[in-house]
DNA sequence: TTGGCGATTGGCT
DNA sequence: GCCAATCGCCAAT
């Protein structure tokens, strides 16, 4: 699960779809090394890296690997938990499969932005990763999307058949 | 200092 | 399915 505290009230889901960006992946922003932009991705595991794409949509990813060492998981959907209204107001539909379906919207529906990047996604605060205690079902592999470097690496991750993974519905089978 | 290009999304055809 | 929006990063000048 992630889950965010937010003035309103406390919103977030489980988590069903990531993608690796391990060590040496010429996709990862890791790759070219160190800069203040992609810092937070060399922090201890469990730190959350998060970064603006196409100037329109954050992403967050966890960070992987030891100290020092650049590598993450990008979280790319999420099954509205709790917390739903909230999640609505911020993404201005009802449309609960639409509320958190794909990297971009999951941030927009948590509020998510720069000012999380870096802090321990393992301790309760602003932002943090929780278990439901639930078993999670069968977990496909295949392809990460909207990449065109290392893009036949079978690194991204989905809960089989649910209906709030992102992309094409044949890539969730 | 500049230009090209993304780990996307939403609106329109 | 196609494409514009929008901006920070970084490699090259």
């Known amino acids: 699960m992630l889950v965010r ?23 990862g922003h890791a790759y070219r090394g160190i800069t203040p932009r992609n810092q937070t991705l060399f922090l201890e ?18 960070s992987s690997e030891a100290p020092g060492v650049g590598a993450g998981v990008l979280i790319r959907a999420l099954e509205p938990a709790g917390g739903i209204g909230i999640m609505e107001h911020r993404r201005a539909t009802k ?8 990297p971009g919207r999951l941030c927009a529906a948590l509020d998510i932005d720069r000012s999380l990047d870096g802090i321990d996604l393992c301790r309760k605060g602003p932002l943090w990763l929780a278990s439901d205690g639930q078993a999670m079902g069968e977990i496909g592999q295949g392809k990460r999307i909207g ?20 992309g094409p519905r044949a890539l969730n089978s």
């Open 147 to 166: 990449i065109t470097r290392a893009a036949e690496s079978p690194l991204r991750f989905y809960l089989r058949g649910n209906s709030f993974v992102s």
């Open 95 to 102: 449309r609960l499969r639409d509320l958190a379906r794909g």
């Open 45 to 62: 595991r469990g730190h959350a890296y998060v970064y603006l794409a196409y100037g329109t949509s954050f992403m967050l990813n966890v």
């Open 5 to 27: 505290k937010l003035p309103e009230g406390v919103a977030g889901g489980r988590i069903l779809e990531t993608e690796a960006y391990p060590v040496g992946d010429a996709a």
